[in-house]
């Protein structure tokens, strides 16, 4: 037997905790697994497994053989794979989540385009403003704004965003313009309840003033927010890529600017790493390069 079929049935036993089971899913008799197994141990110079009459445990020697030889196997599986082809081209469907304003403005527009170049991809997009499980929801990539917790996955920054506090240029020549954060106590406060968490609104600056504002009307969209921003009834503090547009448009404009926080960064993430399939590949770099060349998050 071979030294790699030797570390497959390995790999087997220990995931199947147990040398009948592994013989009955590897189609091989139980004594070929142990004498497998044994040929490993005798190799390497280390025992593999504890054994007794109801267990089979992996010792700490064959804990860590365990980890390099699904390291191992994985490789070699991905190489066969790509000289095989089957990761030439995106097939099958892609899930993609973002917030819901991010998503829908900047994100849809991406994955029309990446349908129209890839006929053989289907696509489910999941907006939502809460943090999703991508592992758990079955999610291929994600784009996420903030600090990312530590993890294994793959992650590329594509930009930044800052929160800012705005209003329409009508709202300021009725109510004037603050200078100082202390000032939006006199202010009419719109906020959203969907990501609005705390009546302390946090600046930056050198002595970061806090500020606990009271909000006169409150969504439950982050839409109906700057709708009500953009006719004039008050100030709004949203992330910029939220008003790139009515920045643009002249609808909105920012105040306070000298007091923003240390901007926010964006972030492409996906679990695979460099064993991405090919239509994660494919929608990465073609949200990286969109991403990267838009003005609203750079």
Known sequence: MSRFHAMQVFVKVAETSGFAEAARQLNMSPPAVTRAVASLEDQIGARLFIRTTRTVKLTEAGTRYFDDCRRILADIVEAEAAAAGSYAKPTGVLTVTASALFGQDYIAP?????????????????????????????????????????????????????????????????????????????????????????????????????????????????????????????????????????????????????????????HVVHPEGRRASAKVRAFVDLAVDRLRANRSIN
């Open 110 to 266: 991406i994955l029309t385009e990446y349908l129209d170049q890839n006929p053989d991809v289907n696509v489910r997009a999941l907006f939502v403003d809460r943090i999703t499980n991508m592992v758990d929801e079955g999610i291929d990539i994600g784009i996420r704004i903030g600090e990312l917790a530590d993890s294994s996955f793959s992650a590329i920054r594509v930009g930044a965003v800052r929160r800012v506090v705005c209003g329409a240029p009508a709202y300021f020549e009725k109510h004037g313009v603050p200078r100082h954060p202390s000032e939006l106590t006199k202010h009419n406060i719109i906020v959203s309840t969907t990501s609005w968490a705390s009546l302390d609104w946090r600046f930056g600056g050198p002595q970061k003033p806090v500020v606990r504002v009271a909000p006169r009307l409150l969504f439950n969209t982050y839409g109906a927010v700057l709708n009500s921003t953009k006719l004039g009834w008050g100030l709004a503090r949203p992330l910029s890529y939220q008003i790139g547009q009515a920045l643009i448009d002249g609808d909105l404009q920012t105040v306070l600017s000298e007091f923003e926080d240390e901007p926010l960064p964006v």
